[in-house]
């Protein structure tokens, strides 16, 4: 099915590992986000990509990097967890403002 | 800077109850409005938009939204839910560079 797909889906790590979240979309689309999701705070923009090499911060990068080497792919890193970093990583895509299509989310501990 | 509130942060209805969820917001452009739905342990899904035109835009599932400019107000609404309907529901402006601003979701709960 045509769509994003997240991995992984869940992981646990240890504060200070690092790992790497993969976001993959066969849409073609330009334009990619990585956001997180904690209890009453909505969804907050963490980086994204309006195209293939291009990357911006969002409200939330502190802690986080992001690579668009290829147009389908766009990878989010902690080079070194926090606890706070604890959260459900949603990445996105779109083909502009008229909609955003979702992964299944990352839910990720930091212990 | 473009942001958007949702007032109830849980909403909890009875089956054919109706429904209506806040939602205001403060952008200075053309005004684009989205609501989405998360239902549990899901991502998150659209639900209805507004561009222009008709401000009473109907959505999936029998849900709806009424675009009102001199309240700054994009409400959601259903006359009667399901508990289906079971779910947190966000509504989000554009933030520039073709991304969304989300409010903080409202969960709402339907018992049957």
């Known amino acids: 099915n045509a769509g994003v797909t997240q991995t992984p889906k869940f992981r646990v790590l240890k504060t200070g590992q690092s790992m790497t979240l993969l976001c993959a979309q066969d849409?073609?689309?330009?334009?990619m986000y990585w956001y997180r999701q904690d209890p009453g705070m909505g969804l907050r923009l963490i980086h994204y990509?309006?195209?293939?090499?291009?990357?911006a911060k969002g409200e939330v990068p502190d802690g986080y990097n992001v690579s668009r080497l290829k147009k389908q792919n766009f990878l989010l890193g902690l080079e070194s967890a926090a606890p706070s970093q604890t959260s459900v990583y949603f990445c996105?895509?779109?083909?502009?403002?008229?909609?955003?299509?979702f992964g299944s989310g990352t839910r990720l501990t930091v212990v | 800077a473009q942001s958007v509130s949702q007032h109830n942060h849980h909403v909890i209805l009875s089956e054919a109850a109706s429904l209506e969820l806040g939602c205001n917001y403060s952008?200075?452009?053309?005004?684009?409005l989205f609501w989405y739905v998360q239902y549990p342990g899901q991502h998150l899904q659209l639900l209805l938009k507004?561009?222009?035109?008709?401000?009473l835009v109907k959505g999936i599932k029998g849900f709806e939204a009424e675009f009102i400019k001199s309240k700054f107000s994009f409400n959601l609404r259903k006359p009667s839910v399901q508990w289906s309907d079971t779910a947190e529901y966000f509504c989000?402006?554009?933030?520039?560079?073709?991304?969304?601003?989300f409010g903080t979701g409202t969960r709402l709960l339907v018992s049957p």
């Open positions: 996105a895509s779109s083909y502009g403002q008229r909609g955003y299509t």
């Open positions: 849409m073609n689309h330009e334009y």
């Open positions: 990509s309006v195209g293939e090499g291009t990357t």
């Open positions: 952008y200075g452009g053309t005004v684009n």
């Open positions: 507004y561009f222009s035109g008709d401000p």
């Open positions: 989000a402006v554009p933030g520039g560079f073709q991304k969304l601003v």
